[in-house]
């Protein structure tokens, strides 16, 4: 089923025709037709979906058709709840795509960034209101934010925020709310979990239920390849692996709007013929860039997932990660993206010691070990940009967590982080970086845990005992990689064999408590950069 069977408001069917969306995905089709279709149009919905099936585009839809077609909702608001600041700055801008024509303002409200653009945001009356629980009961309790004449209440990955320690912090978001019969509720979950069922028989008034198949993860005609690289490499390995496989065309994704532009720009210094897409870009100029990738005018694209999506080139011989995707669905659906109708593909993914801890749940997900390889001296090549400043034309909204490029101008945005959570639960979803954040916090409040090595007071670092051929790679497990690619890549600067070197090396945990204490880290990311940093150090 197409967009405009639904007989939705000309100027919304405007922004959905120049997003280049028009037939339904699955998750789209059964949201829009339960509630237009229907014959209960408020009814209260429970869907179960994966990340990346269009379920944004679904609920946004339903928010701005029924804002624009029904007067008493017209000045009301729409509040949706994410677990991450990522996927809220994704929905966000996919609002902002969708309500190109639209009279309504949308803000994204996270912690991490100061307060004042956020309060600016609510003082110019904006209506789609996109947060993280934190910030978003932040903002209500100091009475800048006020929720009482929401009319739409969506919850996004409603499992993920449970994974993440925010139940508690739902439940008290849901009682400052209108109730459950003045307002259409919409929770979407990968999964259906106890505390997910119990969410929405406790808050959701006869729900419509809708649930997705999950699409079968299927990447055996792909020919995947891992390289682990340090940051300050990636751009030297990258021309490198161009120049060798010579790729008739290509996509290459970045995690960051500001990070896709420079990039791009930085292949073009290098002499690579390359365009990228972003949302900032102008409607268009973006749409002239997709129409010359279909018609293989552009043989090279960088791109970010959302800006991408929609996009289907029957042809692509590969897809490279320059960063490593923060959802493990989404790196399926990038390498999916080659390979098509039967034909073979490549992907390459590039792992830095900032991206390592992202896969494990991506090799969870894909029921296998991505394969790595060493990149040998000769695969890299000569970076022309290099220590070249590159300006962004199109990024407007700089980042504080995206600085691998182009230097922010202005003063540095306040750390206002949110709080350190406690609550963060112990399940298989866990990483090695929360395992040693609850360290540090447990021996903070007398509660000494020490769950590294195998001796009292130690951190056990564990290296090679002989050649890094791919054999011994393939035989350790992700955590012993992390470790010995961050030593190794300390002591070097660039990948090479190491041989003889001590079978295990101990850091004292006291040590480790001490460098990486919350005090001395200040944030969350603080905390990483002085981990890392010690790991450098030994």
Same mark, same amino acid.
């Given at each position: 089923?197409?967009?405009?069977?639904?007989?939705?408001?000309?100027?919304?069917?405007?922004?959905?025709?120049?997003?280049?969306?028009?037939?339904?995905?699955?998750?789209?089709?059964?949201?829009?037709?339960?509630?237009?279709?229907?014959?209960?149009?408020?009814?209260?919905?429970?869907?179960?979906?994966?990340?990346?099936?269009?379920?944004?585009?679904?609920?946004?839809?339903?928010?701005?058709?029924?804002?624009?077609?029904?007067?008493?909702?017209?000045?009301?608001?729409?509040?949706?709840?994410?677990?991450?600041?990522?996927?809220?700055?994704?929905?966000?801008?996919?609002?902002?795509?969708?309500?190109?024509?639209?009279?309504?303002?949308?803000?994204?409200?996270?912690?991490?960034?100061?307060?004042?653009?956020?309060?600016?945001?609510?003082?110019?009356?904006?209506?789609?209101?996109?947060?993280?629980?934190?910030?978003?009961?932040?903002?209500?309790?100091?009475?800048?934010?006020?929720?009482?004449?929401?009319?739409?209440?969506?919850?996004?990955?409603?499992?993920?925020?449970?994974?993440?320690?925010?139940?508690?912090?739902?439940?008290?978001?849901?009682?400052?709310?209108?109730?459950?019969?003045?307002?259409?509720?919409?929770?979407?979950?990968?999964?259906?979990?106890?505390?997910?069922?119990?969410?929405?028989?406790?808050?959701?008034?006869?729900?419509?239920?809708?649930?997705?198949?999950?699409?079968?993860?299927?990447?055996?005609?792909?020919?995947?390849?891992?390289?682990?690289?340090?940051?300050?490499?990636?751009?030297?390995?990258?021309?490198?692996?161009?120049?060798?496989?010579?790729?008739?065309?290509?996509?290459?994704?970045?995690?960051?709007?500001?990070?896709?532009?420079?990039?791009?720009?930085?292949?073009?210094?290098?002499?690579?013929?390359?365009?990228?897409?972003?949302?900032?870009?102008?409607?268009?100029?973006?749409?002239?860039?997709?129409?010359?990738?279909?018609?293989?005018?552009?043989?090279?694209?960088?791109?970010?997932?959302?800006?991408?999506?929609?996009?289907?080139?029957?042809?692509?011989?590969?897809?490279?990660?320059?960063?490593?995707?923060?959802?493990?669905?989404?790196?399926?659906?990038?390498?999916?993206?080659?390979?098509?109708?039967?034909?073979?593909?490549?992907?390459?993914?590039?792992?830095?010691?900032?991206?390592?801890?992202?896969?494990?749940?991506?090799?969870?997900?894909?029921?296998?070990?991505?394969?790595?390889?060493?990149?040998?001296?000769?695969?890299?090549?000569?970076?022309?940009?290099?220590?070249?400043?590159?300006?962004? +034309?199109? =990024?407007?909204?700089?980042?504080?967590?995206?600085? @691998?490029? !182009?230097?922010? /101008?202005? $003063?540095?945005? %306040?750390?206002?982080?949110?709080?350190?959570?406690?609550?963060?639960?112990?399940?298989?979803?866990?990483?090695?970086?929360?395992?040693?954040?609850?360290?540090?916090?447990?021996?903070?409040?007398?509660?000494?845990?020490?769950?590294?090595?195998?001796?009292?007071?130690?951190?056990?670092?564990?290296?090679?005992?002989?050649?890094?051929? +791919?054999? =011994?790679?393939?035989?350790?497990?992700?955590?012993? @990689?992390? !470790?010995?690619? /961050?030593? $190794?890549?300390? %002591?070097?600067?660039?990948?090479?064999?190491?041989?003889?070197?001590?079978?295990?090396?101990?850091?004292?945990?006291?040590?480790?408590?001490?460098?990486?204490?919350?005090?001395?880290?200040?944030?969350?990311?603080?905390?990483?950069?002085?981990?890392?940093?010690?790991?450098?150090?030994?």
């Amino acid at each position: 089923m197409e967009f405009k069977n639904f007989n939705l408001h000309q100027d919304l069917q405007r922004g959905i025709d120049e997003a280049g969306y028009i037939t339904c995905m699955p998750v789209q089709e059964q949201v829009l037709s339960n509630t237009f279709g229907g014959s209960r149009p408020a009814s209260d919905l429970y869907v179960q979906s994966q990340t990346g099936t269009g379920k944004t585009a679904a609920f946004l839809i339903v928010i701005f058709q029924r804002m624009l077609t029904e007067d008493p909702l017209f000045k009301r608001k729409a509040l949706i709840m994410a677990p991450t600041r990522e996927l809220a700055v994704q929905i966000e801008e996919e609002a902002k795509m969708l309500g190109k024509y639209l009279p309504f303002k949308t803000g994204a409200f996270y912690g991490g960034v100061g307060y004042a653009q956020q309060e600016k945001l609510l003082r110019d009356n904006a209506q789609i209101l996109v947060g993280t629980p934190g910030r978003v009961l932040d903002l209500n309790k100091s009475g800048k934010m006020n929720l009482m004449d929401i009319s739409f209440l969506v919850l996004d990955e409603a499992d993920r925020m449970f994974d993440m320690g925010f139940y508690p912090d739902l439940r008290k978001l849901i009682k400052v709310v209108p109730a459950v019969d003045r307002r259409q509720t919409m929770l979407f979950s990968a999964t259906l979990n106890a505390w997910v069922k119990n969410l929405a028989w406790e808050y959701t008034k006869s729900p419509i239920e809708i649930e997705i198949k999950p699409e079968i993860v299927t990447v055996e005609e792909i020919t995947q390849i891992l390289y682990h690289v340090p940051s300050e490499e990636k751009m030297p390995l990258l021309l490198g692996i161009i120049e060798r496989e010579k790729p008739e065309s290509m996509i290459v994704f970045c995690n960051t709007k500001k990070h896709t532009e420079i990039i791009a720009k930085r292949l073009r210094l290098n002499g690579i013929p390359c365009e990228f897409i972003i949302g900032d870009l102008p409607q268009v100029k973006r749409l002239k860039v997709i129409n010359n990738v279909k018609a293989g005018k552009i043989k090279t694209l960088v791109a970010t997932d959302v800006a991408a999506r929609g996009l289907d080139i029957e042809s692509l011989s590969m897809v490279i990660n320059y960063d490593v995707p923060t959802e493990a669905e989404n790196y399926v659906h990038r390498i999916g993206r080659t390979a098509r109708a039967g034909k073979t593909g490549k992907a390459v993914t590039l792992a830095s010691e900032q991206d390592v801890y992202e896969l494990p749940a991506i090799e969870r997900y894909i029921g296998k070990k991505v394969p790595s390889e060493m990149a040998g001296q000769e695969l890299y090549a000569e970076d022309k940009s290099a220590h070249q400043y590159i300006q962004t +034309d199109y =990024y407007e909204g700089r980042q504080k967590d995206d600085r @691998r490029g !182009a230097k922010p /101008k202005g $003063k540095p945005p %306040r750390r206002d982080a949110e709080p350190p959570r406690n609550n963060i639960r112990k399940d298989s979803r866990r990483d090695v970086r929360q395992d040693v954040r609850q360290d540090v916090r447990n021996d903070a409040r007398g509660k000494r845990k020490e769950t590294w090595g195998t001796a009292p007071g130690k951190v056990q670092i564990v290296a090679a005992d002989k050649d890094l051929s +791919d054999k =011994y790679l393939s035989q350790l497990s992700m955590e012993e @990689r992390m !470790a010995l690619y /961050k030593k $190794k890549y300390a %002591r070097t600067g660039k990948p090479a064999a190491v041989s003889e070197t001590k079978k295990h090396e101990e850091i004292p945990l006291a040590e480790v408590k001490q460098e990486v204490s919350p005090r001395n880290a200040g944030t969350a990311g603080g905390f990483f950069s002085k981990l890392i940093g010690l790991f450098r150090k030994k």
